[in-house]
C-alpha cells in the first residue's frame, strides 16, 4: 500500500514566528522592499523567496500549496479562492479562443456551465463525452483540441475515470489530462496514474467543516508559475486569489484527512451494501454492481477506501423531498449541498448541483428525478444511522424502486 502522500503530509512541520506549533498566518496585502531594484526583479518574476502582493502569492498561501504537493505528488500546487477559480484559471489558461475540449459529460454542475455557455464567448467548443468510452474519447479529440477534462469520481454520478488509459490517449495526441480529483483525496492519486493537471475544490474532504470555500491546482512549477505571471497568468488576472486566514485554517484541516477519509469510506460502504441489499437502486464505487467498481480498484489506495459519497434512488421527486426533509428533522444530517462534512448531507442533484445540465442531458446521463446524492458522515455509529434512515423511509411509505428509470 502507498501511504507516500499521508506521510509526507504528516512529515510536513513549520514554527510559527515565535516558535509556535503553527505557522504564522501572513497577515498582509502586500509587503515590502529594502532596495527598489528587487522590487522591479519580483515583478519581472526573478526572485526566489520575494513576497510582492498577496494576489500573487502569500506564505500561508505557500504553505497550504505544498501541502498540496504532499497530497498529490506534483511539482508545485496553487492555491484559489475556490474550486471553481481553480478549474476557470487552468481553462482559460489552456485555451486560446476557437479552441476545443473533450469534457467528460458527468461533471460537477458549475464546471458544466462554465464550458458549456461561458467559453462560447471565446467560441471554445466542448464535446462532452462518456468519459468510460475510449474509444469515444479519442474519436472526439480534433487539431483544435486542447485537453481531456474530467473528474477521477464523477459527481454526481460517480463514475469513474480509467486515469491511467486516458493519461496515455493524451500523450498519444499531445493534449494534457486535466483531472478533478474533489471526491477521491488520499484514495485517488491522479498524477502518479499520468494526469498532468489535478484539481481540487478544497471546500469539500480537504478542509471537511463546510466553512471555507477554496481551490487549488497541482501541476509542474512551469504552469503553475504561468498560472501567476503578471502579464499573462490567468490565476493572476482573474484575481481569484484565496485569502491568507482561510489557506492557514485549511491546512490545520488537512491534518486530519486521511482519518476522515478512512471513516467517510467506512460509512459510505456500510450503507451502500445495506440499502442496495434492501433492493435499492444504489450507486456506490466500491460495490461490485457499479460499472466503475474494477477500474476503481485498480487505480485507489485501498486504505482510504471508495469514497464519501453515494447515491440512491427513491423512485421519484416527491419521494426524495420527502425523504431528505424528514432524515433532516430525524437531526440526521443536512439537506444541503456540497460534501465532506462531518454529518451527512443529501440533495436531489437534479434540482440543484446539476440543475445547469438540461433535463433532457440528465435523463441521457442516467440522472434519474428520485436520485439523491449522499455525502456520508463521520457518523460513530453506523449501525444506528441505518436503522434511523430505514425508519424514515417506512413512515413515508418509499419502497426500493424494482423498475429502473
Ligand atoms: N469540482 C467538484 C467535483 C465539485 O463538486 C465542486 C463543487 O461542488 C467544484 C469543483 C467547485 O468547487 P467550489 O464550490 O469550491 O468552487
Known sequence: ???????????????????????SISDSSTYTFLSAKTMFDTFEGNTEGCYLYTRHSS????????????????????????GMG????????????????????????????????????????????????LDIVEQSITSKTKMIYCESVSNPLLEVAD?????????????????????????????ALGADIVIHSLTKFINGTSDSVAGAVCGTTDFCLSLKDVNSGAGMLFGSTLDSLRAASILKNMRTLHIRMQKHSENALFLAQKFEADGFRVAYPGLDSHPGHETIKNQMNPA????????????????????????????????????GFYKTLFSAPGTSTSSEIPME????????NGLIRFSIGLDNDIERTYQMMTDCLKRLNIKPQTVLV
Not at 500561508?60 to 479562492?81: C, D, H, I, M, Q
Not at 442531458?361 to 434519474?368: K, R, T, V, W, Y
Open 1 to 23: 500500500m502507498d501511504n507516500t502522500s499521508a506521510n509526507q503530509l504528516q512529515d510536513l512541520q513549520y514554527f510559527g514566528e515565535f516558535g509556535g506549533v503553527n505557522p
Open 163 to 191: 486515469i491511467e488509459a486516458l493519461a496515455k490517449l493524451a500523450k498519444k495526441h499531445n493534449i494534457p489530462l486535466i483531472v478533478d480529483n474533489t471526491f477521491s483525496p488520499l484514495s485517488i492519486k491522479p498524477a
Open 304 to 339: 482510504y477506501g471508495f469514497g464519501g459519497l453515494m447515491t440512491m434512488d427513491v423512485g421519484s421527486l416527491e419521494n426524495a423531498n420527502a425523504f431528505m426533509e424528514l432524515m433532516q428533522t430525524e437531526k440526521l444530517g443536512y439537506l444541503a449541498v456540497s460534501l
Open 59 to 82: 506564505p500561508s498561501n505557500l504553505y497550504l500549496g505544498e501541502a498540496l504537493v504532499a497530497l498529490e505528488g506534483t511539482e508545485t500546487a496553487n492555491v484559489y479562492a475556490s
Open 86 to 133: 481553480a478549474i476557470s484559471s487552468v481553462i482559460m489558461q489552456l485555451c486560446d479562443a476557437g479552441d476545443h475540449i473533450v469534457s467528460s459529460r458527468t461533471i460537477y454542475g458549475g464546471t458544466y456551465a462554465f464550458l458549456k455557455n461561458f467559453v462560447k464567448k471565446f467560441n471554445i467548443d466542448t464535446a462532452f463525452v462518456d468519459i468510460t468510452a
Open 361 to 368: 442531458e440528465q435523463i441521457e446521463m442516467g440522472l434519474s
